[in-house]
């Protein structure tokens, strides 16, 4: 069955700090993404990646960075945490190409508070 | 770009009653739509999903419709039960691969009484 899972599930950082966040898929999917769920906003698109190697902007890019070293993991970087980055963070990986659907799958979700 | 309402953003009704969330998009190219749903502290989960050529699909205990003419995407809830009650989101995506983001509503937060 298809998995996606996130480290760390929750995470305090200060005003800042750096914070990563990981995200592993043991689906084989071609396309990961990261999100942010906030109250009133639904799910806005941080970072997604085609592949091992590519990382493209969402919606909402600023103040982060993502990296995607291996067809498995996409990492979400914030270099300098602000408070206003406080949210709740969902990895999703998918397929594309004929028959795939498109659907995704979603990780657990990691709550990040930034004090 | 695509942009996609969802109402309502709240829902509360009875067990047993029905219950209708519904999505307007604007891309008329959309050609994937899904509904999602995310119980509390998880992650979102695949409900349905319909393509441009199927218009209902039909699930345990609801009916998604989709109306190309009027671009929306409806999720019906036949008689809701306790279980029911989470956010549910419709997403949005166009046929052309290698540059799939799919959109998403804001989100409809059920709740079910007894």
């Known amino acids: 069955e298809a998995a996606v899972t996130q480290s760390p599930r929750n995470k305090v950082a200060v005003t800042g700090g750096k914070v990563t966040l990981s995200c592993n898929q043991t689906n084989n999917h071609n396309n990961m993404y990261w999100y942010r769920q906030d109250t009133g906003h639904g799910l806005r698109l941080i970072h997604y990646s085609y592949g091992a190697g590519s990382t493209e902007k969402g919606d909402i890019p600023d103040g982060y960075k993502a990296s995607r070293p291996s067809q498995e993991n996409f990492s979400l970087i914030l270099e300098l945490a602000t408070p206003s980055q406080t949210s709740v963070y969902f990895c999703?990986?998918?397929?594309?190409?004929?028959?795939?659907?498109?659907?995704?799958?979603f990780g657990p979700g990691t709550r990040l508070t930034v004090l | 770009g695509e942009q996609v309402e969802q109402r309502p953003p709240h829902l509360s009704v009875r067990e047993g009653d029905s219950a209708v969330i519904i999505c307007t998009y604007t891309d008329p190219n959309s050609y994937y739509f899904f509904w999602y749903k995310q119980e509390p502290g998880a992650g979102l989960q695949l409900l349905m999903k319909v393509f441009s050529s199927t218009e209902i699909n039909e699930g345990q205990g609801f009916t998604v419709l989709l109306n190309k003419k009027d671009k929306q995407l409806s999720l019906n809830l036949t008689a809701a039960h306790p279980g029911d009650s989470a956010v549910y989101f419709c997403a949005v995506s166009p046929t052309s691969g290698g540059n799939y983001k799919p959109t998403f509503g804001k989100g409809t937060s059920l709740v079910v009484h007894p």
């Open positions: 999703a990986s998918g397929d594309e190409g004929w028959g795939a659907f498109y659907e995704q799958y």
